[in-house]
């Protein structure tokens, strides 16, 4: 099934990137004052995303309608994508050790209160800012008879723009995350292109995150 392009205004496109690239500017002012990593990243995370869902609440609704109407190709596509994000975590765990946000076990444990939001943000918010904003840098995009060509840039442009913004400076390190997120990301973009929504593939990631960030815990 392939999409049509979306609607999305360019101002739109700019506000949404802008508010995405808030999260790792701000980062290094917070965590000077909280001096917490996993705090620091929750606050700006979920604040972020309240902002986000807010702005661009109308598309959020729009995909969430696609879900509804292709509800037999979204569940299959979740599906596919717990198997693939399974795999894929499984390997960069062991082979491509790129960089994977995940929540300090001991933070959870001295703030057993504050654990829910911990977990939210770092999964299911993490996924869908990712999928919102992947979908606005490829907006303008045309996508017909272009699908492979288009879920490969997705992957390569926000892997490239993810790495360099959210990932400590190694060279080694930017070269695998960048493998990493550009892998999932694609991934995102394919899900998109048969689903027409990128809620699937979103909550799909975010699932799998949750495990990932739950088994840290034993």
């Known amino acids: 099934m392939s999409i049509s392009r979306s609607t999305l205004s360019v101002r739109?496109?700019?506000?949404t990137i802008?508010?995405?690239?808030?999260?790792?500017?701000?980062?290094?002012?917070?965590n000077h004052f909280i001096e917490n990593k996993t705090i620091s990243y929750t606050v700006l995370l979920n604040v972020i995303a309240c902002i986000v869902f807010i702005y661009d609440y109308d598309l959020l609704a729009l995909h969430y309608n696609r879900v509804k109407k292709n509800a037999?190709?979204?569940?299959?596509?979740?599906?596919?994508?717990?198997?693939f994000y399974s795999i894929l975590f499984t390997v960069n765990?062991?082979?491509i050790k790129g960089y994977l946000p995940y929540i300090d076990p001991k933070i959870v444990r001295s703030y057993m209160v504050a654990a829910p939001l911990m977990y939210i943000a770092y999964t299911f918010i993490f996924s869908i800012l990712i999928s919102i904003c992947y979908k606005c840098l490829t907006?303008?995009?045309?996508?017909?008879?272009?699908?492979?060509?288009?879920?490969?840039?997705s992957g390569v442009l926000f892997?490239?723009?993810?790495?360099?913004?959210?990932?400590?400076f190694s060279w080694e390190m930017w070269i695998r995350s960048f493998i990493l997120i550009s892998i999932q990301v694609a991934f995102l973009s394919y899900s998109y292109n048969q689903t027409?929504?990128?809620l699937p593939g979103a909550i799909a990631m975010g699932t799998i995150l949750l495990a990932y960030n739950l088994f840290l815990l034993f």
Do not use: M, N, Q, W
């Open 18 to 30: 802008l508010l995405f690239a808030l999260i790792p500017l701000l980062f290094p002012i917070l």
């Open 196 to 198: 027409t929504s990128f």
């Open 159 to 168: 892997g490239l723009i993810f790495t360099v913004a959210f990932v400590p």
């Open 93 to 95: 765990h062991f082979f």
């Open 72 to 83: 037999k190709e979204s569940l299959i596509f979740y599906f596919i994508g717990l198997i």
């Open 12 to 15: 739109r496109i700019i506000i």
């Open 139 to 153: 907006d303008r995009l045309s996508i017909k008879d272009k699908e492979p060509l288009v879920i490969t840039f």
